[in-house]
């Protein structure tokens, strides 16, 4: 199974302030159509997920520009310009390439 | 609008059975590959079946396999997930989704799984 390693596991950040979160995944993610499928998601507490980023830089409709995904490969980010209060919650990474489907740990996101 | 709604969890003991259903709305079904992912209380997501859009193909997670069954019923916008030889390692929150590979633009609310003597 394609194993995706998230880091950090806890993101504590100040309001305004930029935040990161990587993915590495143990197997490259490009399918054999050319597209690589690497999602992120929200989770704030209490609800369902919610997708923010698929094929590594696609931001979702409705999602707010300062969420922006980028890499290649196995090696993945999911960055956020300017933090605000919403943005609290658990934020996953999941790739579909390969069989099982497989998420990241998940890494929490807190104000500090 | 698009919206999921996932229903059919509820309490049983290990080794009985449960369906859930997912009510699709707002979008074309059989347009779109679905998929069950589940949340253990308190934990990460866990990936569990999927199904192509006609229910042609199907996958499934090693730790479900001969076990679950996934199936739709596309003239009912329906999704469903037959759930036999429960262990109590199934209990979870269970959401249906909209996608495959990409993971979903849309997931059900969760329908809540407990597996307890």
């Known amino acids: 199974d394609v194993v995706m390693t998230q880091f950090p596991l806890s993101l504590p950040v100040t309001l305004g302030q930029p935040a990161s979160i990587s993915c590495r995944s143990s197997?490259?993610?490009?399918?054999?159509?050319?597209?690589?499928?690497m999602s992120w998601f929200q989770q704030r507490p209490g609800q369902s997920p919610r997708r923010l980023i698929y094929k590594v830089s696609d931001r979702e409709s409705g999602v707010p520009d300062r969420f922006s995904g980028s890499g290649s490969g196995t090696d993945f980010t999911l960055k956020i310009s300017r933090v605000e209060a919403e943005d609290v919650g658990v934020y996953y990474c999941m790739q579909g390439t390969h069989w099982p489907i497989t998420f990241g740990q998940g890494t929490r996101l807190e104000i500090k | 609008e698009v919206q999921l709604l996932d229903s059919g969890g509820g309490l049983e003991q290990p080794g009985g059975s449960l369906r859930l259903s997912c009510v699709a709305s707002?979008?074309?079904?059989?347009?779109?590959?679905m998929s069950w992912v589940r949340q253990t209380p308190g934990k990460g997501l866990e990936w569990v079946s999927s199904i192509s859009g006609r229910g042609i193909n199907t996958f499934y997670a090693d730790s479900v396999k001969g076990r679950f069954t996934i199936s739709r019923d596309n003239s009912k916008n329906t999704l469903y997930l037959q759930l036999n030889s429960l262990r109590v390692d199934d209990t979870a929150v269970y959401y249906c989704?909209?996608?495959?590979?990409?993971?979903?633009?849309?997931w059900g609310q969760g329908t809540l799984v407990t597996v307890s003597s």
């Open positions: 707002g979008f074309t079904f059989d347009k779109y590959g």
């Open positions: 989704a909209n996608g495959v590979r990409g993971g979903g633009d849309h």
């Open positions: 197997q490259t993610l490009v399918y054999s159509d050319g597209d690589t499928y």
